[in-house]
């Protein structure tokens, strides 16, 4: 009899398939799924930074131009940026122009981000979550105009009137692209302290209290963070630092506000 029922339990269905097989391709089946819109939403997402870039790139040299108008100003008459590779001149001001279209696509990025992850969401988290992404986008193009209507000029005038009279400042154009896209994502990113203290606070990793009993060693932080993301000199540290600083503090005030206000239950 145990025989009879052990061998009953491994007959296939009527269509020839194992049990166990129909549910392990079951499970399998949504995986896949996921996998083929993520692949399209990526490859999207390289079409439109393409199709952005190929519309600028006629206009590569300027962008470049106006990317480095910061130091071109401030260096002495006559002075100008140099090439020390023999293809810098053809690629940097494309390098500049790719990164730029990818920086004016960040919005149809976030929003293809959202799309694949929306369906898995409550109704209170997708109200959450617009508001977060729009103004992780607004943060993000305000630590980059920080970085370059503000920063720059300082940091580079002090560069620029710190050198020896002996010595004439001629920046490599390929040097000076690498450390602007390092200062512009450093800001960028640095602007979006705010959203993540919301997310820790909201999502009830931590409270408010207790963040804002850690600023001591947030400040710290601040200022090794300027240490390592900008040049080895304090006022571009204290220029990083301080904005990551205040921007914590922004965080904890709107993770109160949050966190006291009512909030519906999800759908």
Known sequence: MSDQRGNESHQPNQDGHQPDQDSHQD????FIDHLIELRDRLLRTLLVVVAIFACMVPFAADIYDFVADPLQERLVEGAGMIATEVT???????????????????PFVLYQAWAFIAPGLYQKEKRFAVPLVVSSV?????GM?????V????????FVSSAHADIKVL?????YLDLVLKLF?????AFEIPIATVLLIWSGAVDAKTLASKRAYVIVGCFVMGMLLTPPD???QSLLAIPMWLLFEVGILLGRWIKSSPREESA
């Not at 499970?27 to 949504?30: A, D, G, L, V, Y």
């Not at 105009?145 to 209507?149: G, I, L, S, T, V």
């Not at 920063?151 to 002090?158: A, G």
């Open 27 to 30: 499970s399998q089946q949504p």
């Open 88 to 106: 810098s001149p053809f690629f940097t001001p494309f390098k500049t122009t790719f990164v730029l279209a990818f920086f004016i696509a960040i």
């Open 138 to 142: 607004l943060l993000f193009y305000a």
């Open 145 to 149: 105009a920080f970085a370059y209507y």
């Open 151 to 158: 920063v720059f000029p300082i940091i580079f005038e002090f």
């Open 171 to 175: 920046p490599d154009i390929s040097r």
């Open 185 to 189: 994502f450093a800001f960028g990113f």
């Open 234 to 236: 304090v006022i571009s």
